[in-house]
């Protein structure tokens, strides 16, 4: 069993930065993947990045490529989310997620469904 907790999130204009963690408790192996997600109203939960606990490869969605960073600390067992130069298009609530299957992939990691457990959600709210 896995949980995660994310926090960070908050009110900034556009332009402005947010750096959001995840922590998560029980155990992750080198062959887990563990991604965000965000979603709004009405929306389904939409793909934005992902990081490979073993070997760090991460991988993007377009529209966050060159803006936002997602790491990793073992020691802390927490991936995190560096958010610059935020737009309003970006106001969701953000979600961390651990997929613990073999490896398929990058592709793989960015549909919902092929993750086994979330965290509760933050609000990112960017403001014009």
């Known amino acids: 069993q896995v949980q995660l907790v994310e926090s960070g999130g908050g009110l900034v204009q556009a332009g402005g930065s947010l750096r959001l963690s995840c922590a998560a408790s029980?155990?992750?192996?080198?062959?887990?993947?563990m991604g965000w997600f965000r979603q709004t109203p009405g929306k389904e939960r939409e793909f934005v990045a992902h990081?490979?606990?073993?070997?760090?490869?991460?991988y993007y969605t377009d529209s966050v490529k060159g803006r936002f960073t997602i790491s990793r600390d073992s020691a802390k067992n927490s991936v995190y989310l560096q958010m610059n130069t935020l737009k309003p298009e970006d106001t969701a609530v953000y979600y961390c997620?651990?997929?613990?299957?073999?490896?398929?992939?990058?592709?793989?990691?960015?549909?919902?469904?092929?993750?086994?457990?979330w965290g509760q959600g933050t609000q990112v709210t960017v403001s014009s």
């Open positions: 029980g155990w992750i192996l080198s062959s887990h993947v």
């Open positions: 990081i490979r606990w073993s070997g760090g490869n991460t």
């Open positions: 997620a651990v997929s613990r299957r073999t490896y398929s992939g990058s592709s793989y990691y960015t549909v919902s469904s092929n993750y086994d457990y």
